[in-house]
């Protein structure tokens, strides 16, 4: 197939990118800038101008494929709600310009929007309150107007060189305040999944999940916060310590929702279904070896 993939550069997206070629596919980059335009050239991958705003642009390389894959998205949290209005209106167009045409789309979701607290199941619709619900909600509808699209929940933390997200940042503020911390007790648990094994399934995904698929990016179902504090502790040598209330507010700003999740997550479906087996190292190996505190 040739695949249009949104967020070509970024940390899941480039190695999605690396995956595709792998095993056989050719690939159409969405870019937003002459940087981005040359790290596809170097793997002899052609540009498509545009960013997940130009709805317009979207359409144009959808219609230029056999298949999309849809992992960009706007990092920017302090306009979060904004970037998940972005996010719908993208899978909107993507699904529009797909319609009828039995080709698949993979876009990205996370774990957490399934019900918290007990281990989610990728047959669980999202929480009626969970951002991306509604982007969810479009690609389970598409397959009733001739999209194979699939949704591919990413866990917390996709881990990995070149990781900047939740597992870096709380490695950043351990490093400022002095301390690692966790929420309450620490026993809320976290999925993950190495980036490789996350571009595997996305690759699985635009192949053959069937129409309306969730998929869950969950290579190990849970590990405890206060683990990966504990490692984050040892690994900056700074004390260990469990916070409440305001102080777990002030210590970790807006992150303290997701740092106080427990979403324990099964990935059962999602291998017997397309034969996804994880093969990166678990997260808390990765954390000591893949320089995270460099």
Not at 28 to 52: F, Q
Not at 55 to 80: E, P, Q
Not at 87 to 94: F, G, I, K, S, T
Not at 269 to 280: D, H, K, N, S, V
Request: glycine residues 12%; contains cysteine; charged residues 20%.
């Amino acid at each position: 197939m040739r695949v249009f993939v949104t967020g070509s550069t970024g940390f899941i997206g480039s190695a999605t990118v690396k995956e595709l070629l792998a095993a056989g596919h050719e690939v159409l980059g969405l870019v937003r800038s002459d940087e981005g335009a040359a790290k596809l050239a170097a793997l002899g991958v052609p540009a498509h101008r545009g960013d997940l705003r130009d709805l317009d642009s979207l359409v144009a390389g959808a219609k230029a494929c056999d298949g999309v894959i849809h992992t960009g998205f706007i990092h920017d949290f302090s306009r979060f709600a904004e970037n998940i209005e972005v996010d719908r209106l993208a899978v909107q167009a993507l699904v529009g310009a797909l319609e009828g045409t039995g080709k698949p789309l993979a876009i990205a979701s996370g774990t957490a929007l399934a019900p918290l607290g007990q281990l989610a199941a990728e047959q669980q619709a999202p929480r009626p309150d969970a951002h991306r619900a509604d982007a969810e909600a479009m690609i389970v509808a598409a397959a009733a107007h001739g999209v194979r699209g699939s949704i591919v929940r990413l866990s917390p933390t996709v881990h990995g060189a070149g990781d900047h997200g939740f597992v870096p940042m709380l490695i950043d503020i351990a490093r400022r305040t002095g301390v690692a911390a966790y929420v309450g007790d620490g026993a809320n648990r976290w999925p993950a999944v190495h980036r490789l094994d996350a571009a595997k399934l996305f690759r699985l995904a635009v192949e053959q999940a069937p129409p309306g698929t969730r998929l869950h990016a969950a290579a190990e179902e849970g590990v405890p916060m206060r683990a990966i504090a504990e490692t984050i502790g040892a690994g900056l040598g700074v004390p260990v310590r469990g916070l409440n209330g305001d102080e777990a507010g002030a210590h970790f700003t807006w992150m303290t929702f997701f740092v106080g999740l427990d979403n324990p997550t099964s990935s059962a479906f999602t291998r017997e279904l397309l034969g996804w087996e994880p093969t990166g190292p678990e997260l808390l190996a990765d954390l000591r070896d893949a320089g995270y505190f460099a």
